[in-house]
């Protein structure tokens, strides 16, 4: 491993998936473990690095914006390093080099555990650069060498991308699977200000990548083949997880009911399971066709998450795929009580027209019948374990009618979401529907169409939370809420700089990792990944009357606030109490501690 020189301090942010979130933390760790610190602020690094997505056209525009105020900065700072990681960097490739030749270093999404030794080159490179540019103030090309531009001419980029092509054609069989390492060496206290009390909740990977292709997206390009990782490194990584401390677990995937182990394929290399290419399920609709036999299906993978790790009180998984979703699965989280009843499983459209379009491979009466096998197995309010779905919709796909739309509008009323993710259709270069449709809805309507929908969502959710008042649930303290942050003095900024920065509060230092509003968990937020800590303006008042409030979770992924002494919230923090709701709001709800 290449050691870090010269300044160490990184600034890493990320925009994006839960996906992407676990892969900083994953990077993080590791540069972390090569010396280098974290800081919560863009000009107090000399490493800046972005981990993007491009999903939607919106999210990459984020990135361009902040790269462009870098290009001014480096002007003065030669020595600064700027790194392109993720989707971004995998789907525009050297072009974006072209366009943006402030940027040291590209990473895609399958090559992170490159990342040290391309970060530790670049910081090589570029202070070998700077001291070029400075001796060349005494030459007349001195102004040629300073300027960032010209000075790209000389300098030798770090680039590691995977290329779809080659990652989609190659075995796994064939070399070691580099990136499970990066997933295996995964550092267990995210926080270095208090490595003692890590976070309560973690993200935990089980299949990357996606073989789904639907039109629209990208994701089979920018992550390549679905991949799935050995049921022991998923269980190993869990307990890891729980001895440190975490009592809930997200387990993530594009679709991670596809998620399936084979271990008479099983492939060792150096002694170590390789993860295993998936498979089409053929006919798995109501139970996984391979059950029983010598394969871990994701039905086993649950039950066995859940029994062998008990002190994980709270497992979830995202993202569900709402075909090859079988009972088995559902008979798993009905019987096994720690197994959160929340699924968020996208429709993307309520007309079987543009589904076909989208080649989503179901249809609107298919997707509404999985819907109520949940609710059969899975919906029990009397026993405080109502289920909770949500959805994800894109509205203004090419040739989307009126009609079309308001058939979406009909099966966001019958589905009953508690939340639904809605956007509006961005052509992505490269995917079949950028190819072969014209994006022909325009921005207006879809604009139209995007706020119809989130207004009838909004309806929605609201009379969901007003069903929950009065009933109690055991709910998960996340954090201190915006509302209380903000009156401690914490601006927006830090805020959103709480990715996986201590905050102290009390005494104690509080990972704000999900600090929140039910707003800010939307895709499409990002969060910077880091160590620094914060210390709010406003010290915490303590005294007898006092109170604070803290954001909690319930099963069900619903939002919960509960006023509490302040004295007592930093110790709540990280733990699961009973709370009765005693009002509710579209977004989230009230209670008090009972
Ligand atoms: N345009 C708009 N939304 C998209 N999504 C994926 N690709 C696109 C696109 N090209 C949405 C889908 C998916 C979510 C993660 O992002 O709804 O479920
Ligand atoms: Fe994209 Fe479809 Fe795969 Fe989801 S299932 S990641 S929308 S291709």
């Not at 300073?146 to 075995?171: C, E, F, M």
């Not at 798993?332 to 720690?338: Q, S």
Request: glycine share 8%; hydrophobic share 35%.
């Amino acid at each position: 491993m290449p050691a870090a020189t010269g300044d160490k301090t990184v600034y890493l942010e990320t925009f994006g998936c839960q996906m992407n979130e676990l892969d900083s933390e994953l990077v993080a760790g590791s540069l972390r473990a090569l010396g280098y610190r974290f800081v919560a602020e863009p000009n107090d690094a000399k490493v800046v690095l972005y981990n993007t997505c491009s999903v939607r056209e919106h999210a990459e525009q984020k990135v361009w914006s902040r790269l462009g105020e870098l290009a001014i900065r480096k002007k003065d700072e030669p020595d600064l390093v700027v790194g392109v990681l993720g989707c971004m960097a995998e789907r525009d490739g050297t072009a974006l080099l072209k366009r943006m030749p402030q940027v040291d270093l590209l990473c895609g999404p399958g090559e992170l555990d490159k990342l040290p030794s391309l970060v530790a080159s670049a910081i090589t490179t570029r202070a070998g650069l700077a001291q070029m540019a400075r001796e060349a103030l005494t030459t007349t090309r001195a102004e040629d060498l300073i300027n960032p531009d010209k000075v790209r001419l000389v300098s030798a980029n770090q680039v590691a991308l995977q290329g779809s092509a080659s990652r989609r054609s190659s075995t796994l069989a064939a070399a070691e699977d580099s990136l499970e390492l990066l997933d295996l060496s995964r550092a267990i206290s995210p926080l270095d200000a208090d490595p003692d009390k890590p976070r309560a909740s973690a993200y935990v990977r089980i299949t990357r990548g996606c073989n789904k292709f639907c039109t629209y997206c990208v994701v089979p390009f920018t992550r390549g083949a679905e991949i799935h990782r050995p049921p022991e490194h998923i269980i190993d990584e869990c307990k890891k997880l729980a001895d440190a401390g975490v009592i809930e677990i997200t387990l993530l995937g594009q679709t991670v009911n596809h998620y399936r182990f084979e271990h008479g394929a099983a492939v060792m290399v150096n002694g170590l399971t390789q993860p295993q290419k998936g498979r089409s399920f053929t006919g798995g609709h109501r139970r996984d066709p391979l059950a029983g036999s010598n394969v871990t299906t994701f039905a086993d993978l649950l039950r066995r998450i859940h029994d062998e790790v008990p002190a994980i009180q709270r497992l979830r998984f995202v993202t569900s795929y709402p075909r090859d979703f079988g009972d088995d699965v559902l008979e798993v989280i009905r019987d096994h009580h720690r197994l959160c009843r929340y699924i968020h499983v996208p429709a993307q459209s309520g007309s079987d027209r543009m589904l076909k379009m989208m080649n989503r491979g179901y249809t609107v009466a298919e997707y509404l019948e999985f819907l109520d096998r949940c609710r059969t197995f899975l919906d029990e309010p009397a026993k405080g374990r109502p289920l909770m779905l949500s959805g994800d919709f894109i509205v203004g796909f090419p040739t989307e009618t009126e009609e079309d739309f308001q058939a979406t509008r009909d099966l966001l009323t019958k589905a009953r979401y508690k939340n639904a993710f809605i956007f509006k259709y961005s052509p992505r270069p490269g995917t079949i529907a950028f190819d072969k449709l014209q994006d022909d809805v325009t921005d207006e309507v879809k604009r139209r169409r995007n706020n119809e929908l989130l207004a009838l969502q909004n309806t929605i959710s609201d009379e969901i939370s007003r069903e929950q008042i009065g009933r109690t649930f055991e709910v998960m303290v996340e954090g201190f809420s915006r509302r209380t942050l903000r009156k401690m003095g914490l601006s927006g900024g830090q805020m959103r700089q709480a990715g996986t920065i201590a905050i102290t509060i009390g005494g104690r230092n509080i990972d704000p990792s999900t600090l929140g509003d039910a707003a800010e968990a939307e895709s499409g937020s990002s969060c910077s990944t880091g160590t620094s800590t914060i210390t709010p303006t406003e010290a915490l008042d303590e005294s007898d009357n006092a109170t604070v409030q803290l954001s909690c979770r319930t099963d069900g992924d619903q939002i919960v606030m509960i006023d509490v002494p302040a004295r007592r919230a930093a110790s709540l923090v990280g733990t699961i109490i009973p709370a009765r709701i005693t009002a509710a709001h579209a977004l989230s709800l009230q209670a008090e501690m009972v």
